[in-house]
Nanobody, 114 residues
Framework: QVQLVESGGGLVQAGGSLRLACTAS????????MNWYRQAPGNQRELVAT???????NYADFVKGRFTVSRDNAKKTMYLQMNSLKPEDTAVYSC????????WGQGTQVTVSS
């Protein structure tokens, strides 16, 4: 069973930075388009960023210019570098393949104080 483990969240002041990681078990990670998502309390889960196996990226408008997604296929890990964080970025961040193949992990909490 493929598993996803997110890490790197924490408490940071507005304007600060965090780097999240999403590590997958199994051998198919390298061929999967992967997504970062987030969900704030009372809100639906929303798509944050996408990266294809070849490294093509796409971002939600609300993070463009601030967040950068990358991946290391050898390590079966995807990253999300988050800069210029805002209080409205506070959420649980999680990852999955674009086709939703994996069971959801627990996510990692990001809290941005004003």
């Amino acid at each position: 069973q493929v598993q996803l483990v997110e890490s790197g969240g924490g408490l940071v002041q507005a304007g600060g930075s965090l780097r999240l990681a999403c590590t997958a078990s199994g051998s198919v990670f390298r061929i999967k388009t992967m997504n970062w998502y987030r969900q704030a309390p009372g809100n639906q889960r929303e798509l944050v960023a996408t990266i294809t196996p070849g490294g093509t990226t796409n971002y939600a408008d609300f993070v463009k210019g601030r967040f950068t997604v990358s991946r290391d296929n050898a390590k079966k890990t995807m990253y999300l570098q988050m800069n210029s964080l805002k209080p409205e970025d506070t959420a649980v961040y999680s990852c999955n393949s674009a086709s939703g193949d994996y069971d959801w992990g627990q996510g990692t909490q990001v809290t941005v104080s004003s």
